[in-house]
């Protein structure tokens, strides 16, 4: 059973749709409040037991409420493996920006998406569940079976098959939800050159969080794997640039989501978020 604890802006939506293609079952939680780091706003481990009993066959669920602490393992026979990927914290803070002021259509400028706090730390409230460094540590090392990194993304790719012993997993995949296009609304070294002391103040715990994932746990994965080298990385990302979603069998997934689990994902919400 696979729990993707999925952070915003660093490369969820394209992990989530390689664990679609791998797992035809494999569900994506879509919260339905607008702010997912909230404590009201999490898939309660209810939520978890109900999804067993009416949808048993699930091989995962991932999604931006979804927790590692919340003690899911109480209603699932088999181990949860959860994975998680982290950004660096000022590029996945600005990319936020971008998105909710250019995606979602929130009139932030930047001076005032800054001084709204829930964006603060952002990484380390979604693991640890509260502004807790040293617990958010204690739970990438414990919790998790995998921890990626987006800035590392087929590297990670490649690793986290390894790490879950996923055979006959494929990696391949199309960038999803990338940002690119909403950097051409802004200059984003010219944010970065007027408000990185800012920004940094706002990430410290992030980027702690961020090189100690880097710097203990990634090398970890670089040791275990020695025949994934650069080389393997580079045929990796040339057979990468060839692959397509196939249409028809997104198509049918699409039908089996929308029709099967949509409606029963949104019951759950609303019986447990009144």
Request: proline share 3%; charged share 30%; aromatic share 16%.
């Amino acid at each position: 059973m696979i729990c993707f604890v999925h952070i915003e802006r660093a490369g969820g939506t394209t992990l989530h749709e390689i664990f679609r293609t791998n797992f035809p079952s494999y569900l994506m939680i879509t919260p339905c409040k607008p702010w997912t780091n909230e404590d009201s706003n999490v898939f309660t481990k209810d939520e978890f037991r109900a999804i067993k009993r009416t949808l048993p066959f699930t091989k995962g669920i991932g999604g931006h409420t979804t927790r590692s602490y919340l003690g899911y393992e109480e209603f699932c026979n088999d181990k949860i493996q959860y994975i998680t990927y982290l950004r660096d914290p000022v590029e996945r803070y600005i990319s936020h920006y971008f998105y909710q002021k250019f995606k979602k259509n929130i009139d932030w400028t930047f001076e005032s998406f800054m001084a709204e706090l829930r964006f603060d730390n952002f990484m380390t409230k979604r693991i640890a569940g509260t502004f807790n460094l040293e617990m958010a540590i204690e739970n990438l090392e414990t919790q998790f079976s995998f921890v990626g990194l987006t800035d590392e993304f087929d590297l990670s790719l490649l690793f986290m098959r390894e790490e879950l012993g996923l055979k006959d997993f494929s990696c391949y995949y199309k960038k999803m939800n990338s940002g690119e296009q909403y950097k051409k609304n802004e200059n984003i070294n010219e944010i970065k050159a007027t408000y990185l002391d800012e920004i940094i103040e706002h990430n410290r715990l992030d980027i702690e969080l961020y090189l100690y994932a880097r710097s203990n746990i990634f090398p970890r994965y670089v040791e275990k794997n020695p025949h994934i080298q650069n080389r393997a990385v580079n045929m990796f990302r040339d057979d990468n640039k060839e692959f397509e979603y196939n249409l028809w069998k997104r198509r049918a997934l699409h039908l089996y989501r929308s029709y099967a689990c949509k409606p029963i994902l949104t019951r759950l919400y609303r019986k447990y978020h009144p």
